[in-house]
């Protein structure tokens, strides 16, 4: 691996022997597995047993992939663990997770792997969402949060390693066993002359028709903090601490806040612990959640932060949740570039999505962000949402032109932000949300709309425009929306094909996925799973398309 591996702070290494050995892959390099708290999380869950022991792999790059891949804590080949577990946060990682099978020398169909083969399983956000299309490769998933379902996963498969049951009976015992489990093998599906998905059932009887997601009703009783510290993460020696699951906004769009339901607040005493550990270890504390903005003792944490001699780093804030306060806190813990997120540049949209902002709260934010000598600007949007029109577009171009114009007055000077990154992201549908039957908007639309935008704000010198690609779009909405029958794709571009030419091969054509509106009574590739968000509910939130616009 690369050489700057074995610089880390709270490695964990096991002394080989007769233990259950799992390892643990992240499906993308070593820099953006490492800046995982997910990934780092599993790792603790897996080592924290005394009779398990688990070790780390990455997805190197072309270059660096010499030899079969072996962990990084004992050099040990893949094939020498009876588990290979891959923490899956993103789509477009799947591939990745077939590369790495690959690399390894495992039979990547599920189907056509020996006995002796490690035990493929896979976890993650991603899967839970919607796991068909890794369903011909994976042989077991666990839906939901790992802190549940992981001890009693372990537990099981301990007792069946030392029963010496076959792989095939060992998956049986837990796909009876734990309700969050899901064996691909033992259901299927049947389609419709139109392609879709006509029934999802068990082949055999005593295995639950439905998936429960699993989820912690209690994180204060599971900790969510960085594990290992390094400075060849993607986040450097920042150290992440978990502050809050789920969001109550409700924004129609975000896959996030449905999917980590309920609303979750880690509390004072719990966050107080991590945040010592991270100040004494690395200085940078991140408070990472769903809704950090949103919790009651968010200004609490920063003070605490700072008053240890430690530095505060947040992701994306609430417009409406800006205060003096909690600014001032920012700058003095270090905070230079702040980033929010209006989504939408017309008061119309942020509507239709739910986003819950209003154009004041914008201004008020700017000027206190500028009165307070915050230096820098990130500002998200997203275009080819639902119901769109020109007129949106050009609300996005006004606003931003606006922004970046805009300045107050600071000690008798003129103060602007120094340098605005305004990123333009094309609005994927994702399961589990009020969006989920709304498709990806095409490409001469999206592409002709970034176009725009660009050529508009081009002359204005602080900004930086960045555009996630259509293409880059249109592979997370297939691996968002498919079902079992987009995996073949994956393994046209394992054998080198390009993504036009695996296109060109699938049945349907991808095409059905990601362009077409679904009916509202068809059967989604996810609707085999609880995930504890009632299909009425969505419905009702999708209504309000009709509604709003």
Request: charge should be positive; include cysteine; glycine fraction near 6%.
């Amino acid at each position: 691996m690369k050489k700057s591996v074995p610089l880390e702070d709270g490695i964990i290494r096991k002394v080989w022997g007769d233990k259950l050995r799992i390892c643990l892959a992240y499906p993308n390099n070593y820099r953006i597995g490492m800046s995982n708290l997910g990934f780092q999380t599993v790792y603790r869950l897996f080592n924290d047993h005394p009779q398990v022991l688990c070790e780390r792999i990455f997805l190197p790059s072309p270059k660096e992939r010499v030899g079969k891949p072996i962990s990084i804590e004992s050099g040990r080949p893949v094939q020498d663990f009876h588990i290979l577990a891959f923490s899956i946060s993103f789509e477009n990682d799947y591939l990745g997770v077939l590369k790495l099978l690959s690399w390894a020398g495992i039979e990547i169909e599920r189907e056509k792997r020996m006995e002796s083969a490690p035990l493929v399983i896979a976890g993650g956000v991603a899967v839970t969402l919607n796991p068909e299309p890794l369903a011909k490769f994976i042989d077991l998933f666990l839906i939901g949060e790992g802190e549940v379902m992981i001890p009693l996963f372990l537990e099981t498969c301990l007792a069946g390693y030392e029963a010496g049951i076959k792989k095939k009976d060992l998956l049986e015992k837990i796909q009876r066993e734990l309700p969050s489990a899901y064996v691909p093998a033992f259901y299927e599906v049947a389609y419709d002359s139109d392609g879709r998905i006509e029934e999802f059932r068990p082949l055999m009887e005593g295995v639950p028709e439905k998936i429960k997601r699993d989820w912690v009703k209690d994180i204060d009783s599971m900790p969510c903090e960085q594990v290992i510290i390094t400075p060849e993460a993607e986040l450097g020696n920042m150290y992440l601490v978990e502050v809050n699951r789920g969001c109550a906004r409700g924004c129609r769009f975000c896959a996030a806040g449905y999917v980590y339901r309920p609303v979750r607040f880690r509390r004072g005493a719990s966050i107080t612990s991590c945040i010592r550990r991270g100040v004494e270890k690395t200085k940078r504390v991140g408070l990472l959640g769903t809704a950090v903005s949103d919790h009651p003792e968010l200004l609490k944490f920063c003070q605490d932060i700072i008053e240890r001699g430690g530095e505060v780093a947040i992701g994306s804030l609430r417009l409406d949740r800006l205060t003096t306060e909690l600014v001032e806190m920012l700058v003095l813990g270090g905070v230079k570039t702040v980033a929010i997120a209006p989504e939408a540049g017309s008061q119309r949209m942020r509507n239709l999505i739910n986003k819950q902002v209003e154009e004041y709260h914008i201004w008020e934010a700017l000027s206190l962000l500028l009165e307070k000598g915050i230096e820098n600007l990130r500002i998200y949007f997203m275009i080819g949402l639902p119901t769109e029109k020109e007129d949106d577009i050009d609300a996005l171009i006004q606003l931003t032109k606006e922004v970046a114009a805009y300045s107050v007055k600071v000690n008798g000077r003129e103060a602007k932000f120094r340098s605005i990154t305004v990123s333009i992201n094309p609005f994927i549908p994702k399961p589990v949300t009020p969006f989920q039957w709304e498709p990806l908007a095409s490409g001469r639309y999206l592409q002709s709309q970034i176009k725009r935008i660009k050529n508009a704000l081009a002359r204005i010198p602080l900004l930086d425009i960045r555009a996630t690609s259509y293409r880059e779009s249109y592979i997370q909405a297939l691996f968002s929306l498919g079902d079992r029958r987009v995996g073949e794709i994956l393994k046209y571009r394992l054998q080198g094909m390009s993504w036009s030419q695996a296109f060109s091969l699938s049945k349907p054509h991808p095409n059905f996925w990601v362009h077409r509106r679904k009916e509202l009574k068809e059967n989604l590739p996810w609707d085999f799973i609880d995930h504890g968000v009632k299909k009425e509910t969505l419905l009702k939130e999708y209504f309000q398309i009709s509604v709003d616009k």
